[in-house]
Nanobody
């Protein structure tokens, strides 16, 4: 089993930057496709970015392309999300998750972190 912990969230002004981190203490992220998701209050959880198990392929939702970068630090078993040029509409709770080989989430809570709040003011 694994244990995922996100960190790096906070409150910033529009145009600012944050760097989110997700450490997996029980599994090797290099064995899994990994994704960042975000959720606004009262809404579903939306996919933001994914990175392949080897780290050579990434995908981003259109609204964050050119602003967000997902990356791996294999030595620290950590996945990062660098968020630049933040906008108020980026405000959400951000979650990391280990995904299957078809980039689908597992239906088990230990494949998800607890979330970290990102708030962007105008």
């Amino acid at each position: 089993q694994g244990h995922l912990v996100e960190s790096g969230g906070g409150s910033v002004q529009a145009g600012g930057s944050l760097r989110l981190s997700c450490v997996n203490s029980g599994r090797n992220f290099s064995d899994y496709v990994t994704g960042w998701f975000r959720q606004m209050p009262g809404t579903g959880r939306d996919r933001v970015a994914t990175i392949s198990s080897g780290g050579d392929y990434t995908q981003y939702v259109d609204s964050v392309k050119g602003r967000f970068t997902i990356s791996r630090d294999t030595a620290k078993n950590t996945v990062h999300l660098q968020m630049n040029s933040l906008k108020p509409e980026d405000t959400a709770v951000y979650y990391c998750a280990a995904l299957d080989d078809e980039y689908n989430p597992y239906p088990f809570t230990d494949y998800w972190g607890q979330g970290t709040q990102v708030t962007v003011s105008s």
